[in-house]
T-cell receptor
Framework: EDQVTQSPEALRLQEGESSSLNCSYTVSGLRGLFWYRQDPGKGPEFLFTLYSAGEEKEKERLKATLTKKESFLHITAPKPEDSATYLCAAPTLNSGGYQKVTFGTGTKLQVIP | EAQVTQNPRYLITVTGKKLTVTCSQNMNHEYMSWYRQDPGLGLRQIYYSMNVEVTDKGDVPEGYKVSRKEKRNFPLILESPSPNQTSLYFC????????????FGPGTRLTVL
């Protein structure tokens, strides 16, 4: 069974205190690894897609990395506006060749001024 | 503006009263999907559609129906809603399957009494 597990469930940081969020996955036929940001009451907003081990992508204070078993979202010198829930997801192909997506339960990040 | 729209945004109904949540995208995407989001369980895929008249079950399809008669629309139908279907629902679309970025709607908060 495809699984995506995120840790920690919640993270509280002081403004400027860097940290990392973890996403470990066991899926068959992995077609990439997505990171999304979700603000309360809103739909997830796309951040990154990583396709192969060793790949890295950056956007402002965020950097996503991928290994064969897990992905990390590094947050450097976070600001209060980075507070949100961060989701990772793994799309896979089912037997019919079409996309099924498995999401982790997310890490709720709070950045305190 | 490229977007996924859902209606209604909020709905309170009673057990057994049929309802439809509409979803529309203006990006000419082939792939559309419905998710429900519950505390502690994350986003779970209900149904997805690879193109017009082509749909398949996700992880939690029981109690739901979908149809894809037009490329831009993908309504979610609850023929006899029950309280365990109280949840936050999201529609998403992507250009294709297999690792393409999904774009999410704003969500529909459904309460079944």
């Amino acid at each position: 069974e495809d699984q995506v597990t995120q840790s920690p469930e919640a993270l509280r940081l002081q403004e400027g205190e860097s940290s990392s969020l973890n996403c470990s996955y066991t899926v068959s036929g992995l077609r990439g690894l997505f990171w999304y940001r979700q603000d309360p009451g809103k739909g997830p907003e796309f951040l990154f897609t990583l396709y192969s081990a060793g790949e890295e992508k950056e956007k402002e204070r965020l950097k996503a990395t991928l290994t064969k078993k897990e992905s990390f979202l590094h947050i450097t010198a976070p600001k209060p506006e980075d507070s949100a829930t961060y989701l990772c997801a793994a799309p896979t192909l089912n037997s019919g060749g079409y996309q099924k997506v498995t999401f982790g339960t997310g890490t709720k990040l709070q950045v305190i001024p | 503006e490229a977007q996924v729209t859902q209606n209604p945004r909020y709905l309170i109904t009673v057990t057994g009263k049929k309802l439809t949540v509409t979803c529309s995208q203006n990006m000419n995407h082939e792939y559309m999907s419905w998710y429900r989001q519950d505390p502690g369980l994350g986003l779970r895929q209900i149904y997805y559609s690879m193109n017009v008249e082509v749909t398949d079950k996700g992880d939690v399809p029981e109690g739901y129906k979908v149809s894809r008669k037009e490329k831009r629309n993908f309504p979610l139908i609850l023929e006899s809603p029950s309280p365990n279907q109280t949840s936050l629902y999201f529609c998403a679309s992507s250009l294709g399957g297999g690792g393409d970025t999904q774009y999410f709607g704003p969500g529909t908060r459904l309460t079944v009494l």
